[in-house]
């Protein structure tokens, strides 16, 4: 880490949801980027807490480079995703049909309404982010759900019901979490992509590392750097 430096997602395509976590040492967020929310190169959003999508805060993401099909650009000596002499995990995410989903939605304020996937989603993740307290909720087929950003255990779907179908997802729930009257991101995968996790053969040109093994597509890869 260090500098306006970058790092290779080899996805061949724009990342549409990229999750980054330094590995060493304490008290740095997850530095999470969703392709749509605006302005999110030059803003802040991290999915271990409630925090609201903070525009202009430019402590993850270089705020005047776009990520493209090669690399993400990262912010001048940022604590959270390139901090001099640090280590860095990232998960990178593309929009892939029949595999994954990132989007957005307007919350219809407890009214129910769908969200069209191409596919059976395996998982949804939903966050509010243009106001605090919104928890990152977690929708398992069987309509269950946990907190990405808490240590609680599976809660039942009374609370967050949120119905995964065939071809997408129905937010049936009122609460503000998933269907208020605000702004939501949404995250859905079907049970096809698969992550691998096992990174090797650090590549000195770019300071970053190339992740090989396992089952996985184009859709979803994972680095290291330093």
């Known amino acids: 880490g260090g500098g306006n430096n970058s790092y290779g997602h080899a996805l061949g395509t724009a990342p549409d949801f990229v999750l980054v976590k330094r590995?060493?040492?304490t008290g740095?967020?997850?530095?999470?980027?969703?392709?749509?929310?605006?302005?999110?190169?030059g803003g802040a959003l991290a999915l271990n807490t409630t925090?609201?999508?903070?525009?202009?805060?430019e402590i993850q993401w270089n705020p005047n480079v776009d990520f493209d099909n090669v690399a993400c650009y990262l912010a001048n000596n940022a604590a959270q995703t390139n901090l001099a002499s640090a280590d860095y995990v990232a998960y990178n995410w593309v929009?892939?049909?029949?595999?994954?989903?990132?989007?957005?939605?307007t919350g219809q304020s407890g009214n129910p309404f769908f969200i069209e996937?191409?596919?059976?989603?395996?998982?949804?993740?939903?966050?509010?982010?243009?106001?605090?307290?919104?928890?990152?909720v977690?929708?398992?087929?069987?309509?269950?759900?946990?907190?990405?950003?808490?240590?609680n255990g599976v809660a039942d779907s009374s609370t967050q019901y949120v119905e995964l179908q065939e071809n997408g997802f129905t937010v049936k729930g009122s609460n503000g979490d998933i269907n208020g009257g605000a702004e939501y991101i949404y995250c859905a995968w079907s049970s096809q992509g698969v992550v691998a996790t096992v990174a090797?053969?650090?590549?000195?040109?770019?300071?970053?590392?190339r992740v090989v093994g396992g089952e996985w597509d184009a859709s979803n890869q994972s680095e290291v750097w330093s």
């Open 23 to 25: 590995t060493g040492g």
């Open 117 to 136: 996937c191409g596919f059976k989603p395996a998982l949804v993740m939903i966050k509010r982010y243009n106001s605090s307290g919104g928890n990152w």
């Open 138 to 151: 977690m929708i398992h087929p069987t309509g269950n759900y946990v907190y990405a950003n808490l240590t």
């Open 95 to 105: 929009e892939t049909a029949g595999v994954s989903k990132f989007g957005g939605y």
């Open 200 to 209: 090797t053969d650090a590549e000195p040109t770019t300071n970053s590392m």
């Open 28 to 41: 740095t967020d997850w530095a999470t980027y969703h392709s749509s929310i605006p302005n999110m190169k």
């Open 51 to 57: 925090g609201q999508f903070e525009e202009g805060n």
